[in-house]
């Protein structure tokens, strides 16, 4: 389907959603020492939920769920060379795309 550009009213409101969004992390997160206890209770919550550190991924080619920072998303990903000289890749569609995971679970983990 071929892409279809933004109506100047789609884009104001999509604009002005980002604003209110923003308004909303600065007053949730006023400062450093905020954001930061944030992500920690988050790390400490989604390690509640059975994910683990990257770097403790399979390195056999096993295709994981992983969580990259500044991501809202779960991908799929594999871990490819010869640990810690190898690296994570992200399988999106139909294509491979390098990742920095932070966290990892194995697929049949799911809840």
């Known amino acids: 389907m071929p892409c279809q550009p933004l109506t100047k009213a789609e884009a104001e409101a999509l604009w002005a959603?980002?604003?209110v969004q923003t308004e909303a992390r600065r007053?949730?997160?006023?400062?450093?020492?905020?954001?930061i206890n944030l992500l920690t209770d988050a790390h400490?919550?989604?390690k509640e939920l059975g994910w683990r550190e990257a770097m403790y991924c399979p390195k056999d080619g096993t295709v994981f769920e992983?969580?990259?920072?500044?991501?809202?998303?779960?991908h799929r990903c594999?871990?490819?060379g010869?640990?810690?000289?190898?690296?994570?890749?992200?399988?999106?569609?139909?294509?491979?795309?390098p990742s920095s995971?932070?966290?990892f679970r194995p697929i049949a983990d799911k809840p």
């Open 17 to 19: 959603l980002c604003e």
């Open 27 to 35: 007053k949730l997160m006023p400062d450093d020492r905020t954001a």
């Open 44 to 46: 400490h919550r989604l």
């Open 66 to 74: 992983v969580i990259e920072a500044g991501s809202s998303g779960i």
């Open 78 to 80: 594999h871990y490819q």
């Open 82 to 97: 010869d640990w810690p000289n190898g690296r994570w890749w992200v399988h999106a569609d139909g294509d491979l795309c």
């Open 101 to 103: 995971p932070v966290l």
